[in-house]
């Protein structure tokens, strides 16, 4: 690993999300998300069905010995083998590592303070969810290192994108809404679209204080509320949060 790309450029494609009694929480979603990231980096063409069933028979395989109660963060990660050169002309489907990590997941989710912070990342970045985290990493830790739990990104000095490696949703009376701005469509919000009817909408900093609460999803922690952004203070609906996160637990465990 030490001398792989992945290891000194950050070049690698993943998913992470969570599993119990061998399942993996919405896993043709992680498993498509995988397959994208493959075709639109390495290969720059469609996996073949042979190519996908064999990523996703190392996945069933590892997912096969996560029995028992415990509940596991798990992780799949792609990466190229040693090579001449940063950048070949092309990536051949035998030239890549397919590795299957996990460990036993902490299910307890304290309320989130978040700073904002100017993102990194600009509006074009690509939906992949690539191992280049660094510049997520180094606002996380000024979040931490200035009180509070994370960093919530800005563009253009006014539009909410997501938090480091969240995205977020608001709420008001029966809706939600995350911002349009995001730059990765995300397994939950893309589940929390088909079965809640959460909206796209642009969502600028003046307007935070006007939601009644937020909460950021990911697929290991699935929903985090959020008692602060900046000088915002929310009352947090623990009812609401509790239902949608338990709607989505039963759905993700329920698929294949």
């Known amino acids: 690993m030490e001398t792989s790309p992945a290891f000194l450029y ?4 993943f998913t992470s999300s969570r599993a119990k009694n061998g399942k993996l929480f919405f896993r043709d979603l992680h498993l498509g998300r995988i397959y994208s990231g493959i075709e639109d980096y390495y290969l720059g063409k469609s996996l073949s069905s042979t190519q996908k069933s064999q990523i996703s028979d190392k996945l069933d395989h590892f997912l096969s010995d996560l029995i028992g109660e415990s509940e596991y963060r798990v992780r799949l990660t792609v990466f190229s083998k040693p090579r001449e050169g940063i950048t070949p002309n092309f990536f051949s489907f035998e030239e890549l ?19 904002t912070y ?3 990342l600009s509006g074009d970045y690509p ?5 280049s985290y660094m510049p997520l990493l180094r606002l996380k830790m000024m ?3 200035a009180g509070v739990d994370d960093a919530l990104l800005v563009l253009d000095g006014k539009h909410v994108a997501e938090a480091t490696t969240s995205n977020i949703v608001f709420y008001k009376g029966n809706k939600l809404y995350t911002p349009k701005k995001n730059f990765l469509d995300g397994v939950i919000i893309q589940a929390l679209k088909k079965d809640f009817n ?4 642009e969502i600028i900093t003046s307007e935070l204080s006007e939601f009644e609460g937020a909460f950021l999803t990911n697929s290991v922690n699935i929903i985090s509320a959020v008692s602060a952004i900046d000088d915002v203070q929310y009352k947090m609906d623990i009812e609401k949060i509790g239902n949608i996160n338990e709607n989505l637990l039963l759905r993700g465990y329920d698929e294949k």
């Not at 590592?97 to 700073?115: D, G, I, Q, R």
């Not at 939906?127 to 191992?131: C, I, T, W």
């Not at 959460?198 to 909408?201: A, F, I, M, N, P």
């Open 97 to 115: 590592n397919f590795v299957c990590e996990a460990k036993k997941l902490n299910t307890n989710n304290p309320p989130l303070e978040l700073k």
């Open 198 to 201: 959460l909206l796209d909408r």
């Open 118 to 120: 100017p993102s990194p």
């Open 10 to 13: 950050g070049e690698s494609i």
């Open 127 to 131: 939906n992949l969810k690539m191992g």
């Open 143 to 145: 979040a931490k290192r």
